[in-house]
Structure formats: C-alpha cells, structure tokens
C-alpha cells in the first residue's frame, strides 16, 4: 500500500509538473503569435510553415528563429506528451497494481474471515461438543442414578424373594384349587344339565300327567273306585233304557269282577242315597238261567244271589243290587223301572302309555 501511495504521489507531482511545463509552451506560443499577427500573418498560428520566404530577408531572419523556436517548442510538447503517455502508463499501471494490491488485501481479508468464520465455527463446534460432553455426562448422571435405583429395587426384589416365591406357590396352589373348582363346576353343570333334561322330561311328564288328570280324577257326578267310576242315577228306567242312558253317559252298567267289588260299590251307594235297589249290567235274557255281562259278554262266574234267586219269579231276567244288604243280587222284571249304576274307565290304559 506504502509503494503504492508513493507512486501516485509522484504522478501527481509530473501532472503539476507537467501542467507547468505546458502553460510556458503556451506562453511562448502567445508571443510568437501575437508577433506573427503584428506582421499581418494570418496562418502564422496554424501554419508556420508555410511562411512565404518571399518576404524580405529581415523578416525571413525572424520567420527562422520563429520557425526554429516553433519547432524546438514542437519537440519539446512532444517529448513531454510522449512522458506523460509514459507516465500515465506507469500511473495506470500503479493503479492496475494498486487493485491487484487491493484485490490482493480484499482476498486476504476474505482469507481473514473465512478462518475467522472457521475459527468461530470451530469455537461453535467446542461449544456443540462440550454441550454434547455436558449432555452425555448429565446422561450418564441419569443412567447411573437409574442404575442405582435398579440396584436398590433388585435388593428390595432380593429381600421379598422368599415372600414372593410363597405367595407364587401359593397362587399356584389357588390356581390348581381354582382349576379343580372349574373341572368340579364343569361336572357339576353336566350333572345339572342332565338334571335340566330329566327336569324337562319330568315337566313334559307332569304336564301330560295334567292333561291326564281330568281323565284318570272322577269328576262329579261320576265317584272313584279302583281303575272306573261310578255313576248313581236318580232317574228309575227300565233295564233296557238304563242302559241306554248309561251309554249316553260313556258308560255301561255295572259289571263286578268278585264279591268285594258289589259290597264296596254297595257302601258307596249308601254313601250317596237312600236308594236300595239299582239295575246292574247283567241278564239272563238271552237263555233262561244262563247270566251273562251285557258289555263283556262274558258268563258271570261267582254267585252272590239272596236267598231263593234268581227264581226268574213272572219271569225275571235282569239283575238288580240290594245296597242295603251289602248290596246282594236278586233277579227282577227288566221293564220295571228303577235306577241304575253306571260304570266307565278311568283310561287306565292311556295313562300307561304316557308313562
Ligand atoms: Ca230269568
Ligand atoms: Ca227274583
């Protein structure tokens, strides 16, 4: 820069210099001019040359001096453009090295900064890594009081192991109890299940049973007595006509298997009326002496006859019942008219089936 500085001081010192120089040119000039304008010489200033050596020998001595004094003045102005060319070449050349110079300087301030911006990034980048060294020791902090932490639980774990393990086997020992209890329950549910369906049976069965009920109960008027019911007319008909309407009824008159069946239907007769005397389901009206069940058909096979009967008296060829005695038979006239006991099934055969 100092060199630089120098340089152009000195240019400037040849500029003044050479201002100088050129104002004295232009000085001798002036003169020579207004001398040649004294002598009414109009192209003296442009053309001195071409002064006439027609002129008179005087004027011609002067036109030489003026001519040589021009000339030397010419070379002169030469010489000193030509320097100032040359020392405007050096000042352009100082300048071209002057911005080289600055160039150069700007570069080495680019150069400044850069390692000035490397130096701060380097001075960022220590701070980034004593950031991360502080983040990795205050890490490690964490992880050593983790660690600790841990430590202290696994004794506390170490300490309760023994509890632990009892309260495990214990667990265990629930769980298997618990696992029993579910086989027990699961056996217990088949147990039920099948209970539900015998339930469910047993439900069908008892509703069938219901459905059964009124068939099998004797209901009023109709009296239970072993596998039928009986009925005790009020109506006296003849024994033609008490059957009939005991038929109407869904029954027939009575047939008796032995002794014990007339005595008890006899009782129950007592129990209801005052009547004595009741048409029953035999007859011998088919062959004299030869008593069959009307209903079965059959013969009847045991005798419970009052003394002196059936003596088929007038002709007597249906059996009647004396409930009064014990409800002993004695054979009477079929027209006559009296009342009658009438006998249906319980459907006994019905409720087996269901069964
Ligand atoms: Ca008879
Ligand atoms: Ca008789």
């Known amino acids: 820069m100092e060199n630089v500085e120098v340089k152009i001081d000195a240019i400037n010192n040849d500029i003044a210099s050479f201002r100088l120089d050129m104002i004295d040119v232009y000085d001798n000039m002036e003169q020579m001019n207004m001398s040649m304008c004294s002598r009414k010489s109009p192209t003296s200033q442009t053309m001195p040359t071409e002064v006439t050596v027609k002129q008179s020998s005087q004027t011609q001595e002067v036109e030489k001096r003026l001519l040589s004094a021009w000339q030397r003045e010419k070379k002169y102005t030469r010489n000193q453009y030509q320097e100032l060319v040359n020392r405007i070449e050096i000042l352009e050349k100082g300048q071209k090295d002057l911005e080289t110079l600055s160039s150069g300087q700007s570069e080495s301030i680019e150069n400044v900064l850069g390692d000035l911006k490397f130096l701060k990034e380097t001075v960022v980048s220590n701070t980034v890594n004593r950031d991360e060294f502080i983040n990795i020791k205050n890490q490690t902090i964490n992880v050593q009081k983790k660690i600790t932490t841990m430590a202290d639980a696994q004794q506390h774990l170490v300490h309760n192991v023994k509890g632990f393990g009892e309260k495990i086997q214990q667990a265990t020992q629930d769980i298997k109890n618990m696992v029993e209890k579910v086989n027990k329950i699961d056996e217990i549910e088949k147990k039920v299940q099948t209970i539900d369906t015998v339930m469910n049976k047993l439900k069908l069965?008892?509703?069938?049973?219901?459905?059964?009920?009124?068939?099998?109960?004797?209901?009023?008027?109709?009296?239970?007595?072993?596998?039928?019911?009986?009925?005790?007319?009020?109506?006296?008909?003849?024994?033609?006509?008490?059957?009939?309407?005991?038929?109407?009824?869904?029954?027939?008159?009575?047939?008796?298997?032995?002794?014990?069946?007339?005595?008890?239907?006899?009782?129950?007769?007592?129990?209801?009326?005052?009547?004595?005397?009741?048409?029953?389901?035999?007859?011998?009206?088919?062959?004299?002496?030869?008593?069959?069940?009307?209903?079965?058909?059959?013969?009847?096979n045991f005798r419970y006859w009052m003394d002196g009967n059936p003596d088929n008296y007038y002709n007597e060829d249906c059996m009647t019942t004396q409930v009064e005695d014990k409800g002993i038979w004695n054979d009477a006239a079929c027209h006559s008219e009296k009342k009658y006991i009438c006998q249906k099934a319980k459907y006994v055969s019905e409720m087996k089936s269901h069964a």
Do not use: H
């Open 205 to 300: 069965t008892f509703i069938e049973i219901d459905k059964l009920s009124d068939e099998v109960s004797c209901l009023y008027p109709w009296n239970n007595y072993r596998e039928s019911c009986y009925y005790f007319s009020n109506l006296k008909l003849s024994w033609k006509n008490a059957m009939t309407d005991c038929q109407s009824k869904g029954g027939s008159l009575v047939e008796y298997k032995n002794k014990a069946e007339v005595q008890d239907i006899a009782k129950m007769a007592l129990s209801i009326s005052s009547e004595n005397v009741y048409w029953v389901g035999a007859t011998d009206i088919e062959k004299e002496g030869n008593w069959k069940w009307s209903k079965s058909g059959s013969t009847v």
